[in-house]
């Protein structure tokens, strides 16, 4: 039984995370703006995952246990390269992907930096959901924000921590 929830809650996950952000992308390309959507949270989101994914990496764990993270972390970028474009500044990506790539280096230079901005990967997370939050409240305006990429971000949350030993955090 224990066996069998777990490989439901990886495939599920997993299946979940190839579309989780493709409403998003699609609301924004329908909406052709990037209203709604902080891009401190979803810089703080691209962070968390991919130290978390250069952490698996580092430490050499099998594939299926962090396989929806670089899935996501594409639709993420694709999503800023988005809001980048419809606020009419695409070359403004560049210094920011520059941070991201140089990041996957230094992170694993030495064992305690990867293994510190694994500690500080929760508080990341946290940070981007608090950030994405905050701009909801100021701008009194969910503008291009889809209900449904939210709905399936809980959903692989919740599954990931079902009380069976899986490998993943959320």
């Known amino acids: 039984m224990e066996a069998g929830l777990l490989w439901f809650c990886n495939w599920s996950t997993l299946a ?15 909406a052709r703006s990037a209203r ?10 691209v962070a968390g995952f991919l130290v978390f994914l250069r952490y698996q990496c580092y430490y050499g764990n099998p594939l299926l246990t962090y396989l929806e993270y670089p899935i ?6 694709i999503l800023l390269l988005f809001i980048f474009h419809f606020n009419g500044n ?4 560049v210094p920011y992907m520059t941070v991201f790539v140089s990041s996957w280096f230094i992170l694993s230079l030495q064992k305690w930096i ?18 994405q939050l905050q701009y909801l409240w100021k701008a009194q305006d ?13 959903y692989t949350c919740a599954s990931k921590n079902t009380g069976v030993p899986v490998y993943k955090v959320c």
């Open 72 to 77: 996501l972390i594409i639709q993420d970028i």
């Open 36 to 45: 709604g959507i902080s891009l401190p949270s979803l810089l703080l989101e």
């Open 114 to 131: 990867i293994d510190l901005a694994m500690n500080l990967c929760t508080f990341i997370s946290a940070a981007s959901k608090f950030a």
């Open 90 to 93: 695409v070359k403004q990506a």
């Open 16 to 30: 979940v995370c190839a579309a989780l952000k493709l409403p998003q992308i699609y609301a924004q390309l329908a």
């Open 142 to 154: 969910s503008g291009a924000v889809s209900a449904l990429t939210w709905g399936l971000s809980a």
